[in-house]
C-alpha cells in the first residue's frame, strides 16, 4: 500500500521495551505507543506506525533477527508474536488524538499538534506540530535534547546582534527549525533528503505564526551555497550519517558557532568521540537521556 500507514505490533518481555523502541524508531516509526499485559511474567505490547510506503517484509525480518539477538545474549524472554496491518488515514489520525498530547521542553517551550486548543502555560511558546508522515515530534529522546541545547543556546545569544542564522539538517517535520524561528532565529534553512519530509515540514510551518523565516530545501548539505555559513547547525541524523558529514559541517560553521548533533546511541560515545577528536571540533556539552547522546560542538 502507498497511502495511509502500517502498524506493526510485537508482544515481548517488559525488560525488552527500551530497546525494541529504539529499534522502532530507527528504522522509522512516526510514532509508538506500549501497552502493559497484565500476567506473569509482565509483558508489554509495543504498537508502531509506519508510512505505508514502508517495505513491510525486511522489517519484520530485521526485527526478528533482532528480538534472536537479545535472545541469544540472555538479556530477555521475548514471545516473537509480530503483527502487521494496515491503518486508513483516518483511523491513525484517531490514534494519535488519543496518545499526542501537548508536551513541555525545557524552559520556554510547548510542543503540541494543531488540535489542542491550549490554554498553555503563559511563558512558554508553542510549536505546532501534527504528527504524521515524518520524524520529530518531540516525543523521542534526540528531539528533546536537540530542543533543549537550543534553548540553551538561543538563551546565551546576545540580543544586540539581531537573531542567529540557523541550518537543521534532516529537518523531519520540522520541528526544530520551527522552534529555532520561534526562539529568535533571524533566518532558518531546515534541510531534508526525503521529499515526504519536505512535504511534512511545509504543512507544519503553515501551523506556525513565526515561521516565515524558515526555508525547507529538499537535499542535503551539498545543496548550499559556498560561502554559506552559520551560527548554529542542528543535526539530529544517526551516527553513521553524522559522522562522515562532520568536517563539512565544521566549515559552516560561521566564527563562534556552535553544532548541536544528536541521534547517537550510547554505545556509539567512543566511535563519535574519535571522529570528532579527528576533526576541526571540540565537545563543549554533553546531554544523555534514554540511552541516547546529544553533542554541542564548537571549533576549536
Ligand atoms: C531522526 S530524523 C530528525 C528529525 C528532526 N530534525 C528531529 O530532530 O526530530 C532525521 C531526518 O534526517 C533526514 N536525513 C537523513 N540523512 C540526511 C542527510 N544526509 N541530509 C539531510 N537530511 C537527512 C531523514 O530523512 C530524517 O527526516
Redesign the pocket.
Known amino acids: 500500500m502507498g497511502n495511509g500507514y502500517v502498524e506493526v505490533s510485537v508482544v515481548a518481555s517488559s525488560e525488552t521495551e527500551e530497546g525494541l523502541c529504539d529499534f522502532l524508531?530507527s528504522e522509522g516509526a512516526l510514532g509508538l505507543v506500549t501497552e502493559d499485559l497484565p500476567g506473569e511474567p509482565a509483558g508489554i505490547r509495543i504498537r508502531a506506525s509506519f508510512p505505508g510506503t514502508v517495505p513491510v517484509e525486511p522489517l519484520v525480518e530485521k526485527l526478528k533477527r533482532y528480538q534472536e539477538s537479545l535472545e541469544a545474549l540472555g538479556l530477555c524472554r521475548t514471545t516473537r508474536t509480530i503483527e502487521v496491518r494496515d491503518i486508513p488515514v483516518e483511523d491513525w489520525g484517531r490514534t494519535w488524538k488519543e496518545h499526542f498530547k501537548p508536551l513541555l521542553v525545557g524552559r520556554r517551550l510547548v510542543i503540541a499538534p494543531p488540535w489542542e486548543d491550549g490554554p498553555f502555560p503563559e511563558n512558554r511558546l508553542v510549536v505546532r506540530i501534527d504528527p504524521a508522515m515524518?520524524?520529530?515530534?518531540?516525543h523521542?529522546a534526540?528531539?528533546r535534547m536537540?530542543?533543549e541545547a537550543l534553548e540553551a543556546f538561543m538563551d546565551g545569544w546576545p540580543e544586540d546582534q539581531g537573531g542567529p542564522v540557523v541550518l537543521?539538517?534532516?529537518?523531519?517535520?520540522?520541528?526544530?527549525?520551527i522552534a529555532a524561528a520561534s526562539l529568535g532565529a533571524a533566518r532558518v534553512v531546515a534541510?531534508?533528503?526525503?521529499p515526504e519530509?519536505c512535504d511534512a515540514a511545509g504543512k507544519n510551518l503553515a501551523l506556525n505564526q513565526d515561521a516565515g523565516q524558515v526555508r525547507i530545501l529538499h537535499?542535503?548539505?551539498e545543496i548550499l551555497g559556498p560561502a554559506d555559513r552559520f551560527d548554529l547547525l542542528?543535526a539530529?541524523?544517526?551516527t553513521r550519517?553524522l559522522c562522515p558529514?562532520l568536517h563539512t559541517l565544521s566549515r559552516l560553521l560561521a566564527p563562534g558557532g556552535r553544532l548541536i548533533v544528536?541521534?547517537i546511541p550510547v554505545e556509539d560515545n567512543a566511535t563519535v568521540a574519535a571522529v570528532v577528536q579527528d576533526s576541526p571540533l571540540r565537545i563543549v556539552e554533553r546531554r544523555v537521556q534514554d540511552g541516547w547522546l546529544c553533542l554541542t560542538l564548537v571549533a576549536r
Do not use: K, P, Q
Open positions: 524508531f515524518a520524524f520529530g515530534t518531540g523521542h534526540t528531539t536537540c530542543l537543521d539538517v534532516g529537518t523531519g517535520t520540522g520541528i526544530l527549525a534541510l531534508d533528503t526525503d519530509a537535499g542535503g548539505i542542528l539530529n541524523l544517526d550519517t558529514l544528536s541521534g
